[in-house]
């Protein structure tokens, strides 16, 4: 068979029942070789749409997500979406067409050096180099991709390689050894949770990823440890649990950030110290011992010296750690935080207040729900306002931050799980950074929700330039925003806009009860902010809140 | 702070690029490069200099697929000879 079929045989055989891409000269021998296999394709309108979607297949799932591009231009729109994969340790397999190996070199027509411009925004990349190494590169690739700590995997195949024959046999992987926990290790950890008196988990994105849901709640009801979230670690704790006080960080809850700084024993499981968590990192949680805890060994200690670290599987380490502890008086002094600082919807006015807003579709979602966010105000209200029953449950572009992430990644989320329902939560900026997969929904007919929230402003810029750059609103005033609805129904989606909070129930209502896709444009009054704020090299302690309204 | 570092790589066409990229990323200043390609293998012995612990690099770079091997080299005259 020729080196395209191989790939087609390589997908089939892991599983990947739908892939993500676009078109074009250097990969149209794999084209050719999708058409009519069983692999089904989802064509997107940009390739930074086909790897968004792959991420938010990938983060819907648990699988692996695969794309597709061609050379030259089409791999270097991949990039973002891989650059994105890469900060969220997210499992994507990047499959790029090449020029032949006979031009590589020659600054062929579309030759760009893909494999070069990998280098720093995937967890690895391969260029094939013959037909030989094909299989063993793309098995290889699957299991780079998801393996250890998951990231996004390029493979770039040359034309020539595409169109080669080779006899197809599938590789024996070697099986990677897990690594190994020390006793002493356990021991040391058991320590230290048992000689605190004010624990607090800190829980990220990895516990997610390594499967590890279960085990961590677990160890919560043992423990009665008290626990925040970052941005990507939110859903792994449901809601209502005792002591778990929501997201911590820059825009994180008040209660969350002052009983980090107050604890005595920070307990770091899948996390990394990002800067938007930690504010002044000399300053967070400055009276704490550190134990942490992640699969790649690299995290620990590189910004906070743990007390004790343990570089392994969070299944296998987490249920080693449990044991009851004596900590009420400390839980107590948590819930007295948690009910001081509760976030408060009743807001004066007949606009529509955005977090109630969120709030109230937490409550209408059903079981089965995925909600992607973009990046803004509108990803932070989500975060602090909506409630997720698992991580898989919340899609946002936590690490990289990056506009155009919502509406690509619904797709694939939904494509992921046909039966949920699948919620794109946007702002007028980033929703225009993507516009074109409105076409995807309409060609797929997937019934995705788009919540788009517009105050004509790209919020959270704005909100700098108020606070930090004496409201000089340099190039963030988006009034001359096309008519969202109007948009919308050239691609054959229905929708509505709201202005007034009175409406808001009834149109969450409808949205939500549609049978098809369907766009909520929801006017929001451009002086709204989010709270709390960590200035930028602040200390968590000194979060900002709600001021006057200037004008 | 000088450091010696020896490296050992799977060979691949780009593998002492991806070491370097990962050296000037992390913030390290290369003095110092000798590669050898042995068999399947290159050997790579590097001179850096940084503010930052050199445990940040060791780790990045240990965490490289192809990198099969990384050894910081202690010091050939220690800074304070202890009894
Ligand atoms: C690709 C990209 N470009 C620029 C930014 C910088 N940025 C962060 S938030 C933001 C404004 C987002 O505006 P909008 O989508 O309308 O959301 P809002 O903050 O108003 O809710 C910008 C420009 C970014 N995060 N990503």
């Known amino acids: ?551 | 702070m000088n450091h010696n570092l020896e490296v050992t790589m799977d060979q691949r066409p780009e593998v002492v690029e991806r070491v370097l990229r990962v050296v000037r990323h992390r913030g390290f200043t290369l003095t110092n490069m000798n590669m050898r390609l042995v068999d399947e293998s290159v050997y790579l012995s590097l001179s850096v200099s940084s503010e930052r612990g050199i445990e940040l690099l060791s780790n990045q770079l240990t965490k490289l697929v192809d990198v099969t091997g990384c050894h910081v080299m202690q010091p050939a005259m220690p800074q304070s000879a202890s009894a």
């Open chain 1, 1 to 551: 068979m020729r080196g395209a079929d191989a790939v087609i045989k390589v997908l089939a055989a892991h599983g990947v029942n739908t892939v993500f891409g676009y078109p074009g000269g250097a990969i149209m021998p794999i084209y050719d070789a999708l058409y009519g296999s069983e692999v089904e394709h989802t064509l997107c309108r940009h390739e930074q749409g086909a790897g968004f979607a792959a991420v938010g297949y990938a983060r819907a799932s648990g699988k692996t997500g695969v794309c597709f591009a061609t050379s030259g231009p089409g791999a270097t729109n991949l990039i973002t979406a891989l650059a994105d994969a890469l900060l969220d340790s997210v499992p994507v397999v990047a499959i790029t067409g090449q020029v032949s190996t006979s031009v590589i070199g020659t600054d062929a027509f579309q030759e760009i050096d893909v494999l070069g411009m990998s280098l720093s925004c995937t967890k690895h990349s391969f260029m094939v180099q013959s037909v030989d190494e094909l299989v063993p590169t793309l098995y290889r690739a699957f299991d780079l991709a998801a393996s250890g700590r998951p990231g996004p995997v390029l493979v770039d195949i040359p034309k020539d390689v595409q169109i080669a024959q080779l006899e197809y046999r599938a590789p024996l992987l070697a099986v990677a050894d897990e690594p190994k926990v020390q006793d002493a290790d356990i021991d040391a950890a058991r320590a230290l949770i048992a000689a605190a008196k004010k624990p607090m988990l800190y829980v990220g994105g990895g516990v997610g990823m390594a499967g590890a849901v279960e085990q961590l709640r677990r160890f919560i009801k043992a423990t009665n440890m008290p626990s925040v979230a970052t941005l990507k670690g939110l859903g792994a704790i449901p809601h209502g649990t005792p002591g778990y006080l929501g997201m911590l960080g820059m825009h994180g809850g008040k209660a969350a950030n002052l009983a980090v700084q107050e604890c005595d024993l920070l307990m770091v499981v899948g996390a990394r110290f990002d800067d938007r968590v930690t504010g002044r990192l000399a300053s967070f949680a400055p009276n704490a011992k550190v134990l942490h805890l992640d699969i790649d060994a690299a995290e620990l200690g590189k910004l906070r010296q743990p007390d004790v670290a343990i570089a392994a599987e969070l299944r296998a380490v987490l249920p080693r750690l449990e044991m009851p502890l004596d900590i009420a008086p400390w839980c107590a002094e948590v819930e007295t935080l948690a009910a001081e600082h509760r976030w408060d919807y009743n807001h004066p006015g007949s606009l529509i207040y955005a977090p109630a807003m969120l709030r109230r579709l937490a409550n209408k979602l059903p079981e089965d729900s995925v909600v992607s966010c973009d990046v803004g105000q509108h990803q932070m209200w989500v975060a602090q306002h909506m409630h997720f029953r698992r991580p898989e449950d919340h899609l946002s572009s936590a690490g990289l931050g990056t506009m155009g992430f919502g509406l690509p990644a619904a797709i694939g989320a939904q494509m992921a799980r046909p039966d949920a329902t699948v919620v794109a939560v946007s702002g007028d900026g980033s929703f225009m950074m993507n516009v074109q997969e409105l076409t995807t929904i309409k060609r797929r007919k997937l019934p995705v929700k788009i919540l788009l929230i517009d105050n004509q402003r790209l919020g959270m810029v704005k909100q700098w330039q108020q606070l930090f750059f004496e409201e000089r609103y340099s190039e963030t005033n988006l009034s001359d925003n096309p008519d969202f609805v109007a948009l919308a129904s050239a691609f054959e989606i229905p929708g509505r806009t709201i202005f007034a909070a009175e409406e808001v129930e009834e149109a969450l209502t409808e949205m939500l009860t549609s049978k098809g896709p369907y766009l909520l444009h929801v006017a929001i009054d451009d002086a709204f902010n989010v709270w709390p704020l960590v200035p930028p090299g602040a200390s968590n302690s000194d979060m900002m809140e709600e001021m006057e309204r200037s004008t």
